[in-house]
């Protein structure tokens, strides 16, 4: 197991259990309790948890992994997730990209698809996103126009946030925005665990023909801190196949369209 899945890992069991003991989480995750105190000193470090004798215990802030870290997590479901989104982009759109693991694999998807061309080999479609990452992966793409917002960049997501941010998103509309969210609940709709970026996400979708939330099932049924938009303003869920019937009728009953990839 490679470091950012035991981190996933570990910040999971922390969630569940409110603690970690050593020894135990060796045992879990089949690793050395060498390893895990090594990787419990770093997490301490960055402030994701609080060291005690033997484990750890939650710390106040919430579990975000920096995005380095959270590629490793339902890697597979995310890149089918990404496939079926990026197949409705349709050449000519416009498309916005909030920052994220599931987002960034749209962006691979949409560069990398053959049919997605203009003539003269001009730009076939236009992606606004406020995610530096994505920026940098399609600036290089002659068939992407890319637009970057400006803001502050918050290091654990490479996304732009702030007034700056909100000033060129004011200024755009969308064909389709496609949106990565830290959970989805019919009651609350879609949520994010930072504020900040939840209000540019809510202003990204605000200006956006279509909305598409993209979100493994792991997300499913859950909530987060602050509020991105609605179910309601939800028109399609792309979600993986290990997501059942049960846990996906509530968003078909309510009007959203699900897509298990």
């Not at 690793?31 to 939650?58: C, F, K, N």
């Not at 197949?87 to 759109?93: I, K, Q, V």
């Not at 970026?197 to 809510?202: G, Q, T, W």
Request: aromatic share 2%; proline share 3%; charged share 25%.
């Amino acid at each position: 197991m490679k470091r950012p899945e035991r981190w996933n890992a570990l910040l999971d069991l922390l969630a569940r259990d409110g603690r970690i003991d050593v020894e135990e989480a060796a045992a879990e995750l089949a690793v050395s309790a060498a390893t895990i105190r090594r990787d419990l000193d770093e997490l301490a470090q960055q402030q994701m948890l609080t060291r005690t004798r033997g484990g750890a215990v939650a710390h106040n802030l919430s579990y975000d992994l920096p995005l380095r870290y959270k590629t490793a997590r339902r890697a597979s479901e995310k890149q089918r997730i990404a496939a079926a989104a990026a197949r409705m982009a349709e050449p000519g759109s416009i498309v916005g990209l909030n920052g994220g693991t599931t987002t960034t694999e749209v962006a691979r998807a949409i560069s990398t698809r053959g049919d997605l061309s203009a003539p003269g080999g001009g730009p076939a479609v236009t992606v606004v996103t406020n995610a530096l990452n994505i920026a940098n992966e399609l600036a290089v793409r002659p068939q992407v126009k890319i637009v970057l917002t400006g803001g502050v960049a918050r290091p654990q997501s490479f996304e732009l946030m702030g007034p700056l941010a909100t000033g060129v998103l004011d200024q755009v509309s969308l064909d389709l925005a496609i949106l990565g969210v830290d959970a989805l609940d019919t009651v609350q709709g879609a949520t994010a665990h930072h504020e900040g970026e939840a209000s540019i996400n809510r202003l990204m979708a605000g200006r956006a023909t279509r909305v598409v939330v993209v979100a493994d099932s792991s997300k499913l049924g859950r909530r987060a801190f602050a509020r991105i938009c609605a179910l309601d303003q939800i028109d399609v869920l792309i979600t993986d196949t290990g997501a059942d019937e049960e846990l996906v009728a509530p968003y078909t009953e309510a009007g959203v369209r699900v897509i298990r990839a």
